[in-house]
C-alpha cells in the first residue's frame, strides 16, 4: 500500500505547467468560483488518487426518489472530524473518522485557500458516463454560505454552474490535483453538475471540503482517527 508522507506535499511551482488566476471569478454574479488549477504536481495527484482507490470506504449512493430508493453507480464516502450526520437526496449518512492522507489533503487545502472545514463528502465516478445531475450544495447540515472546496483526481471533467433564474451557464474543466472554491452566495443561486460523457474512460474522484453547521456537531461523539 502507498504511504504519502506529509513531508511529500509539495508548494506548487512548476514553470511548465499553467498558472490559473485564483482570484478570477468564474460567476458573472450571484456567487463566487474560483479555480486554482492544480495544487500539486502531477506525479503527487497520482500517488494520492491511487491511495483514495485503494483505502476510502466507498460505497454505491443511495437516493430516495420519490419515495423510489435509487442506487448510483458512482461510489461515495464521508468523513468528518465528529460523527457527522448529514442528509441529501432524502439519505442521512454518518461521517467517518478521516483517514491520515484524507487530513494531509485537508489541511493543504486550508493553507491554499484560507478556509477551515470540518468534514469531505468522497464521490469515485468510475469512467465518463458517470456524473452528477444538478443540484446545490445547501442543506440545513452545512454551513450557510460556506465555502466548499473541491478537489480533483484522475480524469479531467467538465463541471458546469447554471442560475436558477435566469439559467445563464457557466463551465470549466477540473484537472488532476486541481482546487476549485465555491463561496458566498454561490449555492443559493447557482446549481451545479458533473455532465455525463461518452469521451473519458478514466476514473475520476472528487472531495469536497465541507463545513458541517456548528449545532448539528452538538450531542456528536468526536471521533478518533
Ligand atoms: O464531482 C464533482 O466535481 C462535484 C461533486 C459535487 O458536486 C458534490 O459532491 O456535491
Ligand atoms: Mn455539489
Not at 495527484?45 to 426518489?65: F, G, K, P
Not at 483526481?153 to 476549485?180: D, I, M, N, P, Y
Not at 463561496?183 to 458541517?212: D, E
Not at 448539528?216 to 468526536?222: F, I, L, M, R
Request: aromatic fraction near 12%; hydrophobic fraction near 40%.
Amino acid at each position: 500500500m502507498i504511504k504519502i508522507e506529509p513531508s511529500n506535499l509539495p508548494l506548487w511551482s512548476d514553470p511548465e505547467e499553467p498558472q490559473h488566476d485564483c482570484r478570477y471569478n468564474y460567476l458573472p454574479y450571484d456567487g463566487e468560483v474560483n479555480y486554482f488549477g492544480p495544487i500539486m504536481d502531477a506525479v503527487t495527484a497520482a500517488l494520492y488518487e491511487q491511495v483514495l482507490l485503494e483505502q476510502i470506504a466507498w460505497q454505491h449512493d443511495q437516493a430516495l426518489i420519490f419515495g423510489r430508493a435509487l442506487t448510483t453507480k458512482r461510489k461515495v464516502a464521508w468523513y468528518g472530524d465528529r460523527a457527522f450526520s448529514y442528509t441529501y437526496s432524502n439519505m442521512t449518512k454518518t461521517a467517518l473518522p478521516w483517514t491520515a492522507e484524507l487530513l494531509q489533503l485537508k489541511a493543504w487545502v486550508e493553507c491554499v485557500s484560507g478556509e477551515q472545514f470540518n468534514s469531505c463528502l468522497l464521490n469515485l465516478y468510475h469512467r465518463g458516463e458517470e456524473g452528477m445531475a444538478w443540484h446545490s450544495d445547501a442543506e440545513r447540515d452545512l454551513k450557510k454560505n460556506g465555502a466548499i472546496a473541491s478537489l480533483s483526481f484522475g480524469a479531467e471533467r467538465v463541471f458546469a454552474f447554471k442560475h436558477k433564474r435566469t439559467h445563464e451557464k457557466v463551465q470549466l474543466e477540473l484537472a488532476t490535483g486541481s482546487l476549485l472554491m465555491m463561496k458566498g452566495i454561490t449555492q443559493s443561486h447557482w446549481l451545479h453538475r458533473l455532465p455525463p460523457t461518452k469521451k473519458v474512460f478514466a476514473p475520476r474522484i472528487n472531495l469536497t471540503f465541507r463545513m458541517i453547521e456548528a449545532q448539528s456537531a452538538e450531542g456528536v461523539e468526536p471521533i478518533s482517527s
